[in-house]
């Protein structure tokens, strides 16, 4: 389900974290003209810091800047993951086989937020995204 509109409170899917950082043409013009507003509040799951900062770790992401590098650079605010979206997230179709992003989801909906990501399988659950 896409949100429509403007002034969005985004929370950033892993891949739009990282295109983000490498600005890569990768990453939505549309979810870019928004994290330029004023208005805009961005959120990064810890599920999903913890992913970025893994595949830095690992070597998955050359030359990608530290993750608080990129949060000064995109002044986003880091959520804490809610005990109670296992369940959330346990609840959910069986659409997307991988966790992270399923817990991903269950924050977006416990939080109220809307998830930018170009996954078009997220974009299959019900949960606001913008791409």
Known sequence: MSAKGANLDLIFDT?????????????????????????????????????????????????????????????????DVPAKIWCRASALPNLHRDPVDRMLIAHALEAGLTIATADRTIH?????TFW
């Open 15 to 79: 891949h739009a974290l990282v295109w983000y950082g490498a600005g890569s043409t990768k990453f939505s013009p549309r979810v870019r003209h928004e994290v330029q507003m004023p208005e805009c509040r961005i959120f990064v799951s810890a599920v999903t810091a913890w992913q970025y900062s893994d595949l830095l770790t690992r070597g998955r992401l050359a030359g990608a800047s530290a993750l608080d590098i990129l949060q000064f650079g995109l002044d986003f605010e880091i959520l």
């Open 124 to 128: 299959r659950y019900p949960v606001r």
